[in-house]
Each structure stands twice: as structure tokens, then as C-alpha cells.
């Protein structure tokens, strides 16, 4: 341990045996043989490089949002990115991996840049958002990504947003092992009193919507409207003005507002939140989680779809 631990620490702040629930917004996870907190591309690029020569396992970790890690040990080494470079040139934005999407938001308003409304309240970096596609209010992310540098089997390649392959919550980045270093946006410019008119009816919107308890965000994948096998016309309006049905109405509508496993709990007032009311584990999450998804299928025909990337 001595050795890995010395040779850490060339890329970063090295800490031995450290609890992955103090660095998830779902407050779960047992303990990582090391966590390495990078703060810089460069950093981040050698010690891809390192561990993947010496065929060590790593995670990497943003914010800590929409993640539920095991309640096991993990046995590598767990890279906290926290690269905070951030320029904007004209109506082009670069990020690296680590900036938090709060600060995306800031930049853009103070330029009159449009395309980041949706992210108000958004917790997470711009590394995870891209690599999820992540998305509100009928945006997201990959709408203004240009182009994305990428670690992948030691190179540092630049992907245009084509390459990235997004979908609905989604990007190709995910399954191809690419670890994000940067990405470049492209916003039009809009009306700032316009856009920060919008950002506030986006933060008013989530107002009261959030539960007071620690989750991974949103658990499941809204359905889109082709994906509905059901009757379109049964459905409220603004699914219909949307083209998604929500997963947390299906779940109310199921009637399993407030199920409990353990210390897991369906959150009663948003029910697309599974939310740790007490010490709950990845067992009592995901034993939840399949409970919720046989009552939705079997009142729906609908298969759910996890949202939440479940770290084993």
C-alpha cells in the first residue's frame, strides 16, 4: 500500500480507506482503498495513465450526484475531478470536467448566453452532466455541447458532438470507458433579462420539490411520448405539450408514494426521488427500486429505466 499510496500522490491529494458516503448526494457507499482529488487535466491525465499501466481499478467522481455506490469496499482507486478552468470566448464556453454546473449557469447569464436555464438548482459537474446528457424542463446538456476532449485507452482525443452519441439521458461516452477532460459549448446569445427571467421561473418551479432527505436526484427516466403504450388522449395535456410522461407520476399513480425498504424510502411528495431517511443501504435502495419497478410495469405495461448509475 505504501508503494501506490508515494506514487499517488504525484497527481493529487491522496486519502487511504475513505468513505464514499461523504462524497455522494445519496449518503451511501462503503470505503475506497484510495480516493485521489485531482485538480487539473493534467493531473487527471497521468493518473489515467498510471493506473491503467499498473491495471488498477478506478472510478471517476464529479459532484457525487446520481450515483449510488455499493456498500462494499471498493478495491482501486476512486478520481475526485475538480478542474475548475473555465473561459468563455464570443458565445463559445470551455469547461473542464470539474467545474460544477452552477458556475456554467453564472458565466453564461453574465454573458447573455442562452441554453443553461434549464440547469438552475442542478447539483453535479459539467464531466457527469455531459457524460449523462443531463437535462431539465425539456433541455439538456448535449443541446449546446460543440465538442468534448476525451481520455480513452491513453489518448487524448477531441470528440465532436456527433462522436458523443447522446441520447435521452445518455451519451456514448458511457460505454466506451472515455473519461471526459473538457468540453466546449456553443450558446446563442439571448436577452439577459430574458434568461435570467427564465432561470428564476425554472428555480420556482423546483421550489418545495427537493426532499429534505439525501438521494442520487431523479431515479428513473421520464417516457417518452412513442415509447407511451397506452392511450395518448388519457394523458394530462402538458405530457402531451411535453412529449415525456414523467416517471415520478407513474410511480404516484401506482400508489407507492412513501414505500418504504429499510432505510429507503419513495419520497411521498416527489415520487421520482428515492431518498435515505435512515442509514439506508444499496441493498435497501435497489431492493426498492425493483418493487417500484414490477408496480409501474404491471398498472402500465411500462418498463422504468434507471437514471442513477449504480456503482458495484
Known amino acids: 500500500m505504501d508503494a501506490i499510496y508515494q506514487q499517488l500522490k504525484q497527481f493529487g491529494k491522496v486519502k487511504p480507506n475513505e468513505p464514499l458516503a461523504k462524497h ?25 495513465n498510471f493506473l491503467s499501466a499498473e491495471g488498477i481499478n478506478y472510478f471517476i467522481l464529479g459532484g457525487g450526484s446520481n450515483l449510488l455506490f455499493s456498500d462494499d469496499n471498493f478495491d482501486g482507486v476512486i478520481i475526485k475531478v475538480t478542474s ?10 470551455e469547461a473542464d470536467a470539474g467545474v460544477p454546473l452552477a458556475k456554467i449557469l453564472n458565466i453564461t447569464m453574465e454573458h447573455g448566453l442562452s441554453g443553461m436555464e434549464w440547469s438552475a438548482g442542478v447539483p453535479g459537474t459539467i464531466g457527469g452532466a455531459a457524460r449523462g446528457n443531463a437535462g431539465a424542463f425539456g433541455s439538456d446538456i448535449a443541446s449546446n455541447v460543440d ?31 472515455a473519461v471526459i477532460l473538457s468540453v466546449w459549448f456553443k450558446f446563442p446569445v439571448g436577452n439577459k433579462q430574458e434568461i435570467m427571467a427564465k432561470v428564476q421561473k425554472n428555480l420556482q418551479a423546483r421550489q418545495g420539490k427537493f426532499p429534505p432527505f439525501p438521494s442520487a436526484g431523479c431515479f428513473f427516466k421520464n417516457i417518452k411520448l412513442d415509447k407511451w403504450p397506452g392511450k395518448k388522449e388519457d394523458l394530462p395535456p402538458i405530457f402531451l405539450e411535453r412529449g415525456t410522461v414523467p416517471a415520478g407520476w407513474l410511480v404516484e399513480q401506482a400508489g407507492i ?12 411528495s416527489h415520487c421520482n426521488f428515492v431518498v435515505n431517511v435512515d442509514k439506508a443501504t444499496q441493498s435497501d435502495v435497489l431492493k426498492l427500486v425493483e418493487i417500484v419497478k414490477e408496480k ?10 434507471q437514471e442513477v448509475e449504480v456503482v458495484e
Open 84 to 93: 475548475y478552468k473555465l473561459q468563455v470566448t464570443k458565445n463559445v464556453v
Open 296 to 305: 409501474v410495469y404491471n398498472k402500465f405495461g411500462v418498463e422504468l429505466e
Open 257 to 268: 408514494g412513501g414505500l418504504t425498504v429499510g432505510g429507503a424510502k419513495v419520497d411521498a
Open 147 to 177: 465538442r468534448v476532449e476525451v481520455w480513452r485507452n491513453g489518448e487524448v482525443i477531441i470528440l465532436s458532438k456527433e462522436e458523443c452519441n447522446f441520447g435521452y439521458r445518455s451519451s456514448g461516452l458511457k460505454k466506451d470507458g
Open 24 to 48: 455522494t448526494t445519496f449518503k451511501i457507499g462503503g470505503q475506497a482503498r484510495f480516493l485521489v482529488i485531482v485538480e487539473d487535466r493534467e493531473q487527471t491525465i497521468g493518473l489515467l
